[in-house]
C-alpha cells in the first residue's frame, strides 16, 4: 500500500546493522516523523551475492543480486552489443578530432559497471510495473546509475515524481549534475544538505528543497596528538593519489601519524588493504575505527571528501591537496584562508606543517563546519506538504 520507495546504496555490509540508511538517513527520520510510510530498496555495491549477505542474517531490505538469471543477462548483452554497433556509426561524425573520446565511448558498453547499471535498470522496469509508486527518491551526485533510474522512472510511468537527494558537499566545479541534458534524465525535485547547492542548483531553474544532514554530536576532546586523517573520496585511484604524496611527506614529518580511513565502499577492498601491509614506512597506516580518528586527529588530509567537515568540527585543522592543472573540489573553498590550508606538494606541505595554528582562525573554522550541513531552518515542512499534497492526486 506505500506510495513512496527510496533507493539507495548498500556499500557496505555492516551499514544493514543501521536502524536508518547510510545515505538516506535524514529522510528515513522525516516520513517516519510524519508517519508516512515507504518501501526501501538497496543497490548492491558490495561485490558478495545475496546469499552470502543472508548468511549473516542482517539482511532488513531489499536488494539486487549482482547477476541476473541466463536469459537475462543474453538478453542485456545483445543490447549491448546493439548499442556497441549504432554508436560506431554515428558518433563517429560527432568527434572527429578527438578519436580517443570516440573510442571509448564506444567501448564503454562493456564496461562491467554498465553490465551492472543495465541489470538494475531491468529489475526496476519490472518493480514500477508492478507497484505503482507515485514517488521514487534516490541519490543523485552525477553518477550514470542516478540518471539510468530518472530515465526508467519516466519511461515507464509519466506521473510518477522523481525526487533526487545530493548529499554530498558544495564545490563550484560539479559539471555532471548542473547540466540540463534532457528532462528524462533529471528529478522533478531535487533536495540538498547544503545552503550553497540549494543556490547552485537554483540558478539553473531546478526546483530545490533543502534539508538539514543529522546533526553530530562531538564530545570535546583537547588532547589532540600528532595524528594527520588522510580522508580519499570513495575511488580506489584517489588512494594512490594521496598515498604517493604522503609517502613522500612522510619521510620529513617523522612526528607525525599518517592515517588512512577509507571510504566505507573501499573497506572491503583487499587490494588497497594489501597495500597498506605493504608499506615500510611506520607512520603511514589505515584505520577502519573513524570515531577514534575523528577525536584524537591534530590535522587531516583531504582533496574532495565531504569526511574534512566532521574533522573540521571537531578541531582537526585541513590541509587541502592541490594539485596544478586540476579543478578545485574543496568542499571548504568558500572558507578561505588557503594559503594556510593548500599545498601542492611536500615542500609546501612541509613549510605551512609548522606554521602555529592561530586560535581565532580554529574557531571560525569549526563555526563555519557546523553550519555546513546544518541551521535552524530548511524546508522539511515544504517538502512534507509536497508529498501529501501530490499523494491526494
Sequence with gaps: KNNFLIISHLINENHLKNKNDFYMYNFEKLLQKNNIKYDFLLLNNTGKSIKEI????????????????????CYLFLKRLKFFIISLCMLRKSFKNNYFLYLVVCFSAFHPQYRFNQLICLYLKKTFLFKKYKFVLNTYEGHAIDRMIKCVCKLVNKNIINLGYYHGSYFDNLITCKNKISSYLHPNYIFV???NMKNF?????????KINKKQIKFKKNKKKQKICAVLPEGVKSEVIILLNIILEIAKYNKKIKFVFKLHPVLENNKEITNIFKQLKFKNISLIFDGNFLLKKSKYCIYRGSSSVIEYAQNGSFPYYMDLPNEK????????????KRYFKNCNQFNKIIN??????????????????????????????KLIKKNDRI
Design 201 to 209: 542548483f537554483g540558478k539553473n531553474k531546478l526546483k530545490t528543497f
Design 355 to 384: 606554521l602555529n595554528i592561530e586560535r581565532n582562525l580554529q574557531k571560525k573554522l569549526i563555526n563555519f563546519s557546523k553550519n555546513y550541513f546544518y541551521s535552524q531552518k530548511d524546508d522539511s515542512n515544504k517538502i512534507i
Design 54 to 73: 543472508k548468511h549473516k542474517n542482517i539482511l532488513k531490505k531489499i536488494t539486487f543480486p549482482l547477476y541476473g538469471n541466463l536469459f537475462e543477462e
Design 193 to 195: 544538505s547544503n545552503h
Design 328 to 339: 578545485n573540489t574543496d568542499p571548504l573553498h568558500h572558507f578561505g584562508n588557503t594559503n
